[in-house]
């Protein structure tokens, strides 16, 4: 996930270091924190990419890609 949200530039190099240095349960949350600070369409590329890495756990969170129109 890091990966994909370099490559789409929604984080830089440094945040993504700073994510690894944590530990995973706090890794998930400063991701999370991390992508809501940087708008809308970086918050929806998190969730489409999470419901198509973990389809299961999207469904029982009932995560769905918002519609930006």
Known sequence: MLDRLLEWRF???GEK???????REER????????RHKGPGACS????NFCEL???????????????G
């Open 11 to 13: 984080i830089n190099d």
């Open 17 to 23: 270091e700073a994510a690894k240095t944590k530990r």
């Open 28 to 35: 998930a949350r400063y991701v999370i924190d991390l992508v």
């Open 45 to 48: 590329y998190l969730i489409e």
């Open 54 to 68: 973990d389809p299961t756990l999207s469904q029982f969170l009932n995560l769905r890609t918002p519609d930006l």
